[in-house]
């Protein structure tokens, strides 16, 4: 596949995952192709806009034809890396770390929990999806061993500058942040997905408002 | 303010909250006004798509002025409906309940939490975050005399259909649904906002393997 990716805009890229969602569920249906304006009414946004978006990437439609299903599925997969097992460990067993511990499917986007650590003693031994809690003091000596690469925030905001700190110094440099603290502004050269669950509480709201 | 919103695509409503937050920084931080140029900077959406988005809503800014920050903040604040003050309770307290219960700022979205709910009798008199949990079984008395709106569904997707359709009958018809089942397509009429935090989780995998 010819790789165009360099320049993509972000807002390209986190259409992928969406495009990614929906031909998965094509695909389970049995569906082998499908056009761009079908897929278009299925998903919201233009035909012209959903092909612009595969294009850069090489584009994988035929005229006439349109999209393999099975095909573009894999190679978006591909391009998002889904099975690439980043060793990842949770920082914050408290109820949204315990939440995601045990019900996000990690491995289905190419994330692979290998730790689950918080500074609350009383957590300690303590099991969650069969992985059990570690404390703080032993993040050093687990990051050496094992060597995770990405880190899920699930901790407040005024703890978070000096973990993030320590997580750098120790060679963990991607972050699935839960924590209003801004990762990427203030620790150049890492990577930080931030999850903004009031955008999509606000997206509710609009619905609702100009419900047809 | 002119109402153009009747035929905005949801992709155009899906940028809106973040505007949202972008411009409550800039005016934390002081900000009067800034150009669609610099907004482009600062979003990583381009100029001429911002000003595409705005426009869609009649336009706030002027030529060789840019935008007021205040003023379009608060526009976009209404139009995405932050001080309606939605009555919503929450069903199912396991994790990602009492997470979403402690630490979301609902009220900044327009959504205000008026009970919690759980078909688990031990977590009765729980409270979370200064509110008891009530049991499932009290849920329609609630509703009569309470009048939620909307639901935070907290629950596994095979025991979304049946409280779906008890929400529905009760009036609750707008969910905000971290269950993968899909109540928009079974229950016409709701308005569902789902959460894919996988779709975040991919982006953050992109972002890694296309670091520079």
């Known amino acids: 596949m010819p790789n165009k990716a360099d320049n993509i805009s972000m807002s390209v890229i986190k259409r992928l995952p969406r495009y990614y969602r929906f031909l998965g569920n ?3 249906n049995g569906v082998v ?8 009414s299925k998903m919201g946004f233009t035909a012209s806009q959903i092909r612009q978006d595969l294009n850069c990437f090489g584009g994988f439609g035929q005229q006439g034809y349109g999209y393999n299903v099975e095909q573009l599925y894999n190679e978006i997969g591909t391009i998002l890396g889904v099975n690439n097992g980043n060793k990842a460990i949770i920082i914050g067993m408290g109820n949204l770390g315990k939440a995601m511990a045990s019900h996000m499917k990690f491995a289905k986007s190419g994330f692979n929990i290998i730790g689950l650590f918080d500074s609350d003693k009383s957590l300690m031994g303590e099991a969650v999806n069969g992985m059990e809690i570690s404390h703080m003091s032993s993040l050093g000596e687990f990051c050496k061993e094992n060597s ?3 880190a899920v925030l699930c901790i407040p905001e ?4 000096d973990i993030v700190r320590e997580l ?7 972050f699935w942040n839960f924590s209003h603290y801004d990762v990427a502004a203030n ?3 890492t990577v ?3 999850v903004h669950l009031n955008d999509s509480l606000m997206t509710l709201n609009y619905q609702m408002m100009n419900k047809s």
């Open 148 to 150: 995770p690469t990405v």
């Open 192 to 194: 930080s997905e931030n």
């Open 187 to 189: 620790f150049p050269g």
């Open 33 to 40: 192709r499908i056009s761009s304006k079908e897929l278009s």
């Open 168 to 174: 750098v110094s120790l060679g963990v440099n991607n």
């Open 158 to 161: 005024a703890a978070a500058e």
């Open 26 to 28: 094509l695909k389970k």
